[in-house]
């Protein structure tokens, strides 16, 4: 158990849904990462929040969103699914934002199928 | 677009044998983490090395870094089956809007067999 919990596992929609996929990092971390890895692919950079503030933005679809609660969790809201967003989502944290010595901690991550 | 890719993007050992893996990414860097992947699974953090750095180790891993070729390998020796994973490395540097981020490259798969 890394300390960073995803929720849930696993989820199958149907095209044009919406569906949000939450994330508990690890105690006393305040910056959160969600990250897509689809089949045979390396991790895409979706977003970053620092304590409940967006930092940064990678290659976020305009249909995907996401925000960061006062207690730390963040969810990821993906609308209008198609078939191409099945993927792993990942959730990662750090204890702080900008460069950090120790890595981020991944959850387990989100299996999103779309069918 | 990703910033690392790592090379071979496969590679199939025996049990005992060194396993090499390499990165490649574009622009300068502030650091550069390499991290394992089991199947399906989340990444788990394996070592960081800065880029004032030329080599480094922990355990069974050595991990070196040219900067001036914009590279980086990942050296596993005496490989074990539990090693076979994905193994990807992620550099970190400030972006253009001053905000810090990592990129992960591709990744290796590893297969180690016993």
């Known amino acids: 158990d890394s300390g960073v919990t995803q929720t849930p596992k696993h989820l199958i929609t149907a095209t044009g849904q919406r569906v949000t996929l939450r994330c508990s990092p690890r105690s006393g971390d305040l910056s959160v990462y969600w990250y897509q890895q689809s089949l045979d692919q390396g991790l895409q950079f979706l977003i970053q929040?620092?304590?409940?503030?967006?930092?940064a933005k990678g290659n976020i679809l305009e249909r995907f969103s996401a925000q960061q609660f006062p207690d730390l969790h963040s969810e990821l809201n993906l609308s209008s699914l198609e078939l191409g967003d099945s993927a792993l989502y990942f959730c990662?944290?750090?204890?702080?934002?900008?460069?950090?010595?120790?890595?981020?901690?991944f959850g387990s991550g989100t299996r999103l199928t779309v069918v | 677009s990703q910033q690392g890719e790592e090379d071979p993007q496969a590679l199939s050992i025996q049990e005992g044998e060194n396993a090499t893996m390499n990165c490649s990414y574009k622009t300068s860097i502030n650091n550069l983490q390499w991290y394992r992947q089991n199947s399906g699974r989340g990444l788990v953090h394996l070592i960081l090395?800065?880029?004032?750095?030329r080599e480094k180790h922990s355990g069974r891993l050595r991990v070196t870094l040219d900067t001036s070729k914009k590279s980086s390998s990942l050296l596993i020796t005496a490989s074990r089956a539990a090693d076979t994973a994905s193994y990807f490395c992620a550099t970190g540097s400030y972006t253009t809007s001053g905000t810090y981020k990592y990129i992960f490259g591709t990744g290796t798969r590893l297969k180690v067999l016993a």
């Open positions: 990662a944290s750090s204890a702080r934002s900008g460069a950090t010595n120790y890595g981020y901690t």
């Open positions: 929040y620092y304590n409940g503030e967006e930092r």
């Open positions: 090395i800065r880029s004032n750095e």
